[in-house]
Each structure stands twice: as structure tokens, then as C-alpha cells.
């Protein structure tokens, strides 16, 4: 008579996970010493078997083997987490969304300039906060501060981490304990759910609402007016847009009642930009020069987006109020490095240059790029793969539209040629989970029961990376 296969206790299975000192002791491991540290292997094992130790706690059902515990079994399995261990888990992955500032990817990527005085910069000492010129202590706000008022023409300028802090340091200095006007249609909320009204509170400011969401006049900002306001603030709606019946105060008249009450005005910009994109057939946007031109008391806005630099909160006005906001204690915990203020000022370099600008900063380079450029491209890898991937493979070559993202231009539809990818035997969500598996990841949207590969933010090189990214993951 046939006897039922012998069933081991979840303890019994437990007991036979090999201890971390057998496994050390293995040929497999030994090998592995060689190539990889101490430590490293030691942690790699003690999460192994952490993990073995969870699988077999939450499994169900009752076991009729205990093989696969073995020394050897382990040990053979040991190298990928290893591999995993030491790999760092920041990556660089292949933007194939077609949308230029993606917050989740790191935004705004750094003109070949930056890179190379960033590694300069890196890699030894450097004048951060030393004047050179008289041998003493500087300030590090130096290295950005003349070229910042050369190229928008503010009185002064000074840098922070981001526009958020920028904002913050402005409303904590100047109306900390005071109220502070806002409009209601302007209370927006950016990346993070970070939303003004938190920023206002955390400052010490106390927000005032005037207006309505879709309309705010002048009147409803003078009849807020207290011997309590502190300051007027305008927020640019850079990642929404009101339509239909709205109406919304002119900067220039917020100034002037500003001015008529003694009141300071300031302007968050969110996405500030140094070049007109109407000169691109583009919508036009409120320059930072044009801004600057209003008289606005203080003007803040981001380095890594239209900017095209590194993360940054740039702050821009008048002198004797940045004087107030660069002496504020809050001010030291919201600083810029070395590594940031090396690529902030190669970046401002490049726009020195007005006529060579939009070609040496990549963010510029890809919302100015022609249709003619990314359909050439997209033509040829539809081709590629048509030829070379299997038949249950559908490529198409489609019309669509990237977006500049960012919170910036919301409103901007950029026309674009995407390669579209459907296949017969794999599921659309499959495809692009299969895609962000790959070395490097790419990321790609599904669209319309598609996944969707746009090369407007894809390097010319990266093309050939993922023709075979693909050709590998569809294989069989």
C-alpha cells in the first residue's frame, strides 16, 4: 500500500535552516568571499535566511520536503542578493514618458557643463565661503549672486534648498505673527501634497483668504487690509489653470496697493523661467526679467525646473528685505551646498548666451525640441522593432503629446510621435512592469491598452538600450 509523503512541522522546517556559520563555511560562499567583503556577504546571508524564516511562518500549507534548505541551495542563491546589497538603490533610469520635469524622476537633468565643474568641485577643497581676494572669510551666496542679478536685473538675489523653503524663510522673516493676503484661487497645492496653507502656518504667518476661487479684485485685497497685515502674496497657479468666468488682480496693482498701504509684495513664481517660450511657438509665461521689471519686493521661484539646474529655492528683490531674510537663524537650516551652487552657477553661465541656451540646458533642449527631430527617431525604431520582435508583438508608430510637467506650462501640449506596444500574449500592465525590470529601468505610460514610449526625453543613445531592453524581455 502506497504511503502518504511525510509532512514536516513548520518548527521542523524551521530547525532545518542552516546556521549563518555552515553556510559561511561553504565552497560557494568561500568563493564569494573573494569578490565580495565580509560584511557584505554576512548581511546578504543573514537576510536570506530572515527571509526563509518569514516565507516558511506565513506559508499554509504543509510541507512534504525540506531540500531546498540546504547549505548549498543557500548558498547558490546567495550571489543576486549579494549583487543587491551593494548595488546603491538611487539608479538612473530611462525617462520614456515624454514628460520633461517628472517630478518622481528627478526633474531637471544637468547641461554636460554642470557635470564637469560639479566633479571639480566634488572632489576637492573648494573658496564655498572664502574671499580669495582678501584672504578672509566670504559668503557663499557670492558665487551666484552677481550673475543672478546680471541676468533678471533684481537688486539682489540669494539661494535656499527649494522654492518651498524659499517661501517659507520670506513669510516666516517678514509676517511671522502677522497676517499675510492671499487670494483664494491661489492656495494651490504642489508635489507631496505640500500646500500653502501648511507652508503659511508653519512660517508663524497667519493666511488671510480674499476673493473667491474663481474671482479675486483688488477690493476684496483692500478690504482685507488690517493694522495686522504684514504682506500682500501672489502665487503663480503654475500647475492648474481657472477657465471660464475669472478674474484675478494684476501684479503691477497688487504692487501699487501695496505700496499705497506700505505693505511688501511677494511673488512665488513656482516655475520661473529666464527665456520667452513664445519665441518657440509656445505659450508665453511671465519671465523672471519681467517680473523683476513690476518692482515686486521679493520674487521666488526653482532651480530645477524650467531653470534647468539643480534643485533650488532662488529669492530675488530688494536689497534691505533679502538682508532680512539672509539674517534670519531659520535661514542657516535652509541652505544650499557646494555641490548645489557648483551646477546652480554653470547652469546661470549658459544663459549668458541667449541664442546657444536652449541647446546646452537638456530641460530647454526637450520642450524646444522639433516634432520633425522626434519623429525622425521614432520612425526608425518603430521600424527596428517591427523586424525584430516577435509576431504577437503589435508596434505602432502614433500621434500624441508629451507635457513639460513640473507644475510648469500645465496647459502646454507639446506634439510628439510615441511608440505604441501592444502584444497578444502579454498583458499592457505586464509589458511595462517587464520594462521597469530591466538594467536600466525603463519607465514608459500605458495609454489607450498601450504602453507608450515617447524619445522626446529619451537620449539618442538610450534608443539602441531600449530596442534590446525589449527584445530581451518579450524573447520566448
Known amino acids: ?37 565580509r560584511t557584505v556577504v554576512l548581511k546578504s546571508i543573514q537576510k536570506k535566511l530572515e527571509k526563509m524564516r518569514k516565507e516558511l511562518l506565513d506559508a499554509r500549507e504543509p510541507a512534504t520536503e525540506i531540500a531546498p534548505l540546504t547549505v548549498e541551495a543557500i548558498a547558490c542563491a546567495l550571489e543576486e542578493e549579494i549583487i543587491s546589497c551593494a548595488t546603491p538603490h538611487l539608479e538612473r533610469v530611462i525617462n520614456a514618458t515624454g514628460i520633461i520635469l517628472h517630478t518622481n524622476l528627478g526633474r531637471s537633468l544637468l547641461p554636460e557643463a554642470s557635470m564637469a565643474h560639479l566633479k571639480d568641485i566634488a572632489l576637492a577643497y573648494s573658496n564655498l565661503e572664502y574671499d580669495l581676494e582678501e584672504g578672509r572669510r566670504g559668503s557663499r551666496y557670492s558665487h551666484v549672486e552677481g550673475l543672478l542679478g546680471e541676468l533678471t536685473g533684481a537688486e539682489a538675489a540669494f539661494v535656499v534648498n527649494n522654492n518651498a523653503a524659499a517661501v517659507l524663510l520670506a513669510l516666516n522673516t517678514l509676517a511671522s505673527g502677522k497676517e499675510v493676503l492671499v487670494s483664494r484661487g491661489e492656495l494651490i497645492e504642489i508635489g507631496g501634497s505640500f500646500r500653502i496653507p501648511d507652508i503659511m502656518k508653519r512660517s508663524g504667518a497667519l493666511m488671510v483668504e480674499v476673493g473667491t476661487t474663481n474671482k479675486t ?36 496693482r497688487l504692487i501699487e496697493l501695496g505700496k499705497r498701504y506700505h505693505l511688501p509684495v511677494v511673488n512665488d513664481l513656482g516655475s520661473g523661467s529666464l527665456i520667452d517660450f513664445s519665441r518657440y511657438g509656445l505659450t508665453h509665461e511671465p519671465t523672471v526679467q519681467e517680473v523683476v521689471e513690476t518692482g515686486v519686493d521679493v520674487i521666488t521661484f526653482s532651480g530645477d525646473k524650467l531653470l534647468g539646474g539643480p534643485q533650488a529655492g532662488i529669492i530675488l528683490g530688494r536689497k534691505q528685505i533679502l538682508e532680512k531674510l539672509k539674517k534670519n537663524p531659520l535661514n542657516r537650516a535652509l541652505r544650499i551646498d557646494k555641490l548645489t551652487l557648483a551646477a546652480l552657477e554653470t547652469t546661470l553661465r549658459i544663459y549668458r548666451d541667449p541664442e546657444t ?48 510637467g513640473g507644475g510648469a506650462l500645465p496647459s502646454q501640449q ?33 495609454n489607450k491598452d498601450q504602453v507608450r514610449i515617447d524619445l522626446r526625453t529619451v537620449s539618442e543613445q538610450d534608443d539602441r538600450v531600449i530596442e534590446d531592453s525589449l527584445k530581451e524581455i518579450v524573447s520566448g
Open 217 to 252: 479684485h483688488l477690493s476684496d485685497y483692500e478690504e482685507g487690509i488690517t493694522d495686522a497685515t504684514a504682506l500682500l502674496l501672489k502665487v503663480h497657479t503654475s500647475n492648474y489653470r481657472i477657465v471660464g468666468f475669472t478674474a484675478e488682480v494684476d501684479l503691477t
Open 357 to 404: 541656451v536652449s541647446g546646452k540646458i537638456p530641460t530647454l533642449r526637450m520642450i524646444t525640441l522639433p516634432l520633425e527631430s522626434i519623429e525622425k527617431r521614432a520612425r526608425e525604431l518603430t521600424r527596428n522593432l517591427q523586424t525584430s520582435l516577435p509576431d504577437h508583438i503589435d508596434v505602432q508608430l502614433v500621434d500624441d503629446f508629451s507635457q513639460v
Open 414 to 446: 507639446l506634439p510628439t510621435k510615441v511608440i505604441a506596444l501592444r502584444s497578444t500574449k502579454v498583458a499592457v500592465q505586464e509589458l511595462e512592469q517587464r520594462l521597469r525590470k530591466v538594467t536600466p529601468p525603463i519607465i514608459a505610460r500605458i
Open 1 to 37: 500500500m502506497k504511503q502518504p509523503p511525510q509532512e514536516y512541522s513548520t518548527q521542523e522546517r524551521l530547525r532545518s535552516i542552516p546556521s549563518v556559520e555552515r553556510i559561511l563555511e561553504s565552497r560557494q560562499v568561500k568563493e564569494l568571499l573573494q569578490r565580495y567583503s
